[in-house]
């Protein structure tokens, strides 16, 4: 693919299987909680975009509305959500610390008996609300160390052969579909990049953790390089993608630069960060950013 970066969002969208999709969202709802005129729906239907009409409504994918959005950059949550990343990614240049809470939610409200939630937290699995807490610090340094030639290479190779997308469950983190397709999810973009990273025998690990930014962070992953006996972040389509889509200038920020001050690892490989009764269920992660004036925070990441 090159450096030709495929503009298209039908040409990207024909690359889901058809039958992965889930039409479970109507035009109504779409209109009202995802701000897109129902007229521009019409547009985009007769382009091509899947449907389904059924009993006197049309329904649509929910996948493949975030990924018209980010491209079309419409103005839905999706988009608001990727462009406050791109916004924390350039506010945090400066010293300061992000605070990151998990927050789980009840799958199935009213059911008997009281809800009993656990959280990923410094502490390993603690039930939430009993004192300790789910609560992650970050504090925003970027490092200085620059990439060597050759890791920069791997990475822009990456960032050119896979566009980011967002995929049904099933093709989540599926590297033979990422490297066949040209699109990948964080997961399949991380797996890919350590793996090529191997073929030429330099050290990197995928990271899982947090995409840090107010209001809300999100469950990420991506890769860090051993360099000068430090672990540099890098996520290469992620950058590429913000830049892609106007949300950050692209001669700034190249895909090897390390966007370290808004990525929080937690571990290697992806994991649920909430239980209810047991099961694993979603949450939210509330996130606030403090700007340091004091240093403390860059005191703090020495230790
Ligand atoms: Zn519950």
Not at 106 to 135: E, I, K, N, V
Not at 210 to 215: E, K, Q, V
Not at 272 to 298: C, K, Y
Request: hydrophobic letters at 40%; charged letters at 20%.
């Amino acid at each position: 693919m090159g450096d030709d970066v495929p503009a298209d969002i039908q040409y990207l969208l024909k690359k889901i299987p058809d039958a992965l999709r889930r039409f479970t969202v109507d035009a109504e709802t779409l209109s009202a909680q995802s701000r897109i005129p129902l007229d521009l729906l019409d547009d985009l239907i007769s382009a091509g975009l899947p449907s389904d009409y059924r009993e006197g409504n049309r329904y649509f994918d929910e996948i493949d509305i975030a990924n018209i959005s980010l491209y079309q950059r419409l103005p839905t949550p999706v988009t608001l959500g990727m462009r406050c990343r791109a916004m924390a990614l350039m506010e945090s240049s400066s010293a300061g610390e992000f605070e990151v809470e998990i927050v789980p939610s009840c799958p199935d409200l009213g059911h008997p008996g009281p809800c009993h939630f656990d959280t990923w937290g410094a502490a390993g699995w603690t039930q939430a609300g009993t004192g300790s807490d789910a609560r992650w610090l970050h504090s925003s340094i970027p490092p200085d160390t620059e990439l060597p030639e050759n890791i920069i290479r791997i990475v822009s190779g990456v960032a050119n052969e896979l566009t980011f997308f967002h995929l049904p469950e099933i093709l989540r983190g599926d590297i033979s579909f990422a490297v066949s397709s040209g699109v990948a999810d964080c997961r399949a973009a991380a797996a890919v990049l350590v793996g090529r990273a191997q073929e030429s025998d330099i050290p990197a690990r995928p990271a899982f953790g947090f995409l840090l930014s107010p209001p809300f962070s999100s469950p990420h992953q991506w890769v860090e390089f051993l360099v000068d006996g430090r672990w540099i972040a890098v996520d290469p389509i992620l950058l590429r993608a913000l830049a892609e889509w106007n949300m950050l200038d692209g001669a700034e920020w190249p895909p090897h630069r390390s966007p370290s001050q808004i990525l929080k690892r937690i571990g290697s490989d992806y994991a649920p960060l909430a239980r209810h009764n047991g099961a694993v269920t979603t949450a939210s992660l509330p996130t606030r950013w403090r700007a340091d004036i004091s240093g403390e925070s860059q005191a703090r990441e020495s230790r």
